[in-house]
C-alpha cells in the first residue's frame, strides 16, 4: 500500500505545517485501507496478502518466535526483530 510508503513524508509535513491531524488520521485511514482489502480478497483470491503456504510458513516462524522467547529472557538476552 502507497499509504504505508508515505508515512514518513506525512509525518514532516505535519511537523512543517504545524498541524498534527494527519498523524492523528493515519492510523485509522491504514486501518481502513487494510479491512477493505482484506474483505476485498475473501472472495477475489488474487488480492489475498498470503497464499495458504506463505500462512503456513509464517504461522510456523511466529511458533518458533514464541517458543524460544521465553529462553531468551531467562539467559538475558534480547532477541532481534531481523537480521542484516
Same mark, same amino acid.
Given at each position: 500500500?502507497?499509504?504505508?510508503?508515505?508515512?514518513?513524508?506525512?509525518?514532516?509535513?505535519?511537523?512543517?505545517?504545524?498541524?498534527?491531524?494527519? !498523524?492523528? &488520521?493515519?492510523?485509522?485511514?491504514? /486501518? =481502513?485501507? #487494510?479491512?477493505?482489502?482484506?474483505?476485498?480478497?475473501?472472495?477475489?483470491?488474487? !488480492?489475498? &496478502?498470503?497464499?495458504?503456504?506463505? /500462512? =503456513?510458513? #509464517?504461522?510456523?516462524?511466529?511458533?518458533?518466535?514464541?517458543?524460544?522467547?521465553?529462553?531468551?529472557?531467562?539467559?538475558?538476552?534480547?532477541?532481534?526483530?531481523?537480521?542484516?
Amino acid at each position: 500500500m502507497n499509504m504505508l510508503a508515505g508515512w514518513p513524508r506525512l509525518v514532516e509535513s505535519a511537523g512543517e505545517e504545524h498541524e498534527p491531524y494527519p !498523524v492523528l &488520521f493515519y492510523p485509522y485511514d491504514v /486501518a =481502513a485501507a #487494510f479491512h477493505g482489502r482484506w474483505s476485498k480478497s475473501k472472495d477475489d483470491a488474487s !488480492v489475498r &496478502f498470503l497464499s495458504a503456504a506463505a /500462512a =503456513a510458513r #509464517f504461522a510456523l516462524v511466529q511458533a518458533a518466535a514464541t517458543s524460544i522467547r521465553p529462553d531468551f529472557e531467562i539467559m538475558g538476552v534480547t532477541p532481534v526483530e531481523e537480521m542484516r
